[in-house]
């Protein structure tokens, strides 16, 4: 170690070498940008930023199929499949950590919005960041089936063999006869991003020798919290986002080019509505003392429910683990009719029995049962049922109004009696929230996971009956 330290000082210093380690480094769409400003700046700006946020779902578990050499091959070819993505709509990749990533769109380093008003830049970096957003999620979809469509003629060698080593691993493992459909069932790579618009500092951060160009601000912390809680697969933007994409017409007409899409595609989202692609809720982060943030979920690739439909067809194959995988997605999904409705219809055309009655009759066994439906529901009837009254039990009781002070006795008796029937409220709401969180829910998704066991058993008691007939 030391020999090397002493090389290593003894070393005359080499330019060419320097030059070489500062272009392989250095972000070239920054240095070209700061080079079109004409000098470095020396001081940091307030203007609104585009921001938006990737991270990898799960990537743990799906690295576990991989060597430490592929999992470097695949992710650097999966930021590079979005760098292209970035760069063809003007963006600027900010930073990589990891399985995740973050982006911007500012009318600081991009000089296409130097001679434009404030109004229109807004406008611009939120129709670029959407749609950024949007094709980054459908760039995914090709990655994993090492698809290049969405290279472009003029992307550099240096991205065109990044991509190439990747979807030779992807390949690889597809062409595998012993674990292909394994990999087909539980090794899809599925992303969530979070979006967000607003007015940040922009410029340069860090001590002298490790200076960075980055953003800071809420609307960065925002988009971040986007991220977190946006769907695998889909996109979470914040209400000012919305509003903006809503004044300029995007979101019309993003809505009717899906429908389009979706039809082409023979899609059940041709009947989506423009409330299901641009779903309103808000998200309490609970990190946070409860912070409460006005979101819109986009739905972002219309053959969505029918190629979760095909990934459970082949989960079911795979014995209890492809069965976990499908009551997941149960769980996840629960809240979008169209992908629980595509994969009651399949599962039930595979021949899974559900007990549906045996969970409607659970889940109102402690209810008024005249609220008890007649009619035979569908999965997704008795999901919003069940999310109902989980709301219902979470919900925060009201803060109490204090009486008029007219002597103590009358303030302390009264206080006393509204302190007691609260107290017995809530005592009577937090049982029914025990028993609905610790026996109902996990009883309703054990009653699905049973089915899909059932059929399993059943359809492996039917191999083995031709197998002996066959003999």
Known sequence: MENLKSDAAEKVIDPELIKKIEEFYLPRHLVKAIYDIGDIPASSQETQVGVGFIDIADYTRLSRYLSPKENQILLNGLYTAFQIVLVRHGGFLNKIEGDSMMFQFDDILDKKLWDKDRKERIAIVARELFYTCVEMQRVCILFNQAHDDFLEQYATPEAKQCLDEAFKIITQLRCKDDISSTLFAFFQIRIRIGANIGEVTIGNFGPEGAKQWDVIGMPVINAKRMESTAPIGGLRISDEFYQILEENGITEDYWIHFRKEAERMHSVYRDIERDELFKFREVVIHEKHGAIYRTYSVQVYPGLPESLSRQTMALLNHGEK??????????????????????????????????????????????????????????????????????????????????????????????????????????????????????????????????????????????????????
Not at 325 to 351: C, K, P, S, T, W
Not at 415 to 441: A, D, H, M, P
């Open 322 to 471: 492809g069965v976990a995988e499908i009551v997941e997605f149960f769980r996840y999904y629960r809240a979008n009719h169209f992908i629980i409705d595509e994969l009651e219809r399949m599962l039930a055309a595979q021949g899974v029995v559900f007990r549906k009655k045996e969970i409607i009759d659970l889940i109102f066994s402690k209810l008024n049962k005249s609220t008890k439906p007649k009619s035979e529901l569908s999965l997704f009837k008795i999901f919003s049922y069940m999310d109902r009254y989980l709301d219902f039990v979470q919900k925060k009781p009201e803060s109490q109004d204090f009486p008029d002070f007219i002597s103590y006795g009358q303030y302390t008796a009264t206080l006393r009696e509204q302190f007691i029937e609260n107290f017995e409220t809530q005592k009577r709401i937090q049982l029914q929230r025990s028993w609905f969180i610790g026996v109902v829910v996990p009883l309703a998704y054990a009653s699905l996971e049973a089915s899909l066991l059932e059929f399993q058993h059943r359809s492996e008691e039917l191999e083995e009956a031709e197998e002996l007939l066959d003999e």
